[in-house]
């Protein structure tokens, strides 16, 4: 089945820096690679997806990219602002209709 | 608009008793349905999924038990409970088909076991 690895488990941040989370996956037959904001207490939030057919997808502040020959991919948040300051999942399918989770980041805004 | 729910909310439960989770899902026709489990400050660890009525996956062999008995409903059960059955239990529900489409998660059940 699919394995995902997620990097760093902590990340702290300068108010107005960038931030970048990184998933590795296994399974090549993965094809749909959503991310996931919790916060604490809360349900885990889709903020932005991607699909094996783009290398690249952009909404505002945040983007993700995808490196299929390297099975791994990455979210990244410019501007960061205290309200980013949350655990960030990523997450990969595997093929089916399963998504297999990482162990997730903790990403911590400095003001 | 589809809408996910579950209750109750949070639930104390002493070791050894019954365990009845429910989820819905509004707006939506044949979804497939997820059950994961949180253990405090730890990953999203799925538990089971159905792709249809009465069609149950089982993910990780434990003493919970699931069921689909209507198209939008979502049972997560068990007999007797365990501590280690602690936990923020979040339901799920996405499209049919493909394994391409969003999943969306229910408020979740916060279970404590005495």
């Known amino acids: 089945g699919e394995n995902v690895e997620q990097h760093p488990s902590t990340l702290s941040v300068q108010e107005g820096d960038s931030a970048v989370i990184k998933c590795t996956y296994s399974?090549?037959?993965?094809?749909?690679f959503p991310w996931y904001k919790q916060e604490l207490g809360k349900r885990p939030q889709l903020i932005i997806d991607i699909r094996s057919n783009v290398g690249e997808k952009k909404d505002q502040r945040i983007a993700v990219t995808l490196n299929k020959t390297a099975k791994h991919f990455s979210l990244h948040i410019t501007e960061t602002q205290p309200e980013d300051s949350a655990v960030y999942f990523c997450?990969?399918?595997?093929?089916?209709?399963?998504?297999?989770f990482g162990t997730g980041t903790r990403l911590t805004i400095i003001p | 608009s589809q809408t996910i729910h579950q209750w109750p909310a949070t639930l104390v439960q002493p070791v050894g008793s019954p365990l009845s989770l429910e989820c819905t899902v509004e707006?939506?026709?044949?979804?497939?349905l997820y059950w994961y489990r949180q253990a405090a400050g730890r990953g999203l660890q799925l538990l089971f999924y159905s792709v249809g009525i009465g069609q149950i996956s089982s993910e990780v062999p434990q003493n919970l038990s699931a069921s689909r008995p209507q198209d939008r409903q979502f049972i997560l059960s068990s007999k007797k409970l365990l501590l280690s059955d602690s936990g923020f239990y979040l339901c799920a529900w996405s499209r049919i088909g493909g394994g391409t489409d969003t999943q969306y998660f229910g408020p979740g059940t916060r279970l404590t076991v005495l």
């Open positions: 707006g939506t026709s044949n979804p497939n």
């Open positions: 997450a990969a399918n595997g093929g089916n209709e399963k998504l297999t």
């Open positions: 399974d090549s037959a993965s094809n749909y």
